[in-house]
């Protein structure tokens, strides 16, 4: 099954197309970096965003799961709902998520003609 074969990839799969330096000078770039620290940093959140597309069935908590799976560093997730999430996902802002595929996306093929 193709989820359960992403899910063994973890984060890995995302940090090879969006390497944590970019998103963190897109995040900056963007005025979206913390001020203080978070549970649900924006880099996180970032990589939590792009998982919701790579597994759109899945609900957040879910998401969450796989996102988690994937991170080196495993801090306790108390007090991480739904709610918490959503926050995240409106302090990151779309912004950074336009600006970041502007950064990343290329042209599949050259010089075709029709």
Not at 86 to 107: I, K, S, Y
Request: aromatic share 8%; net charge positive; with cysteine.
């Amino acid at each position: 099954m193709l989820i359960s074969r992403l899910e063994r990839l973890g984060l890995g799969i995302l940090t090879q197309s969006c390497p944590p330096e970019l998103v963190d000078r897109v995040v900056g770039d963007e005025g979206r970096k913390e001020k203080r620290r978070r549970l649900l940093s924006a880099r996180f959140t970032v990589y939590f965003v792009l998982a919701m597309c790579l597994f759109p069935q899945a609900d957040y908590l879910e998401v969450l799961r796989l996102v988690k799976a994937g991170e080196s560093t495993l801090r306790p997730w108390t007090g991480v709902n739904k709610s918490s999430l959503t926050r995240a996902r409106q302090r990151l802002g779309w912004t950074v998520m336009r600006e970041l595929f502007r950064a990343v996306a290329r042209p599949l093929g050259a010089g075709l003609s029709v």
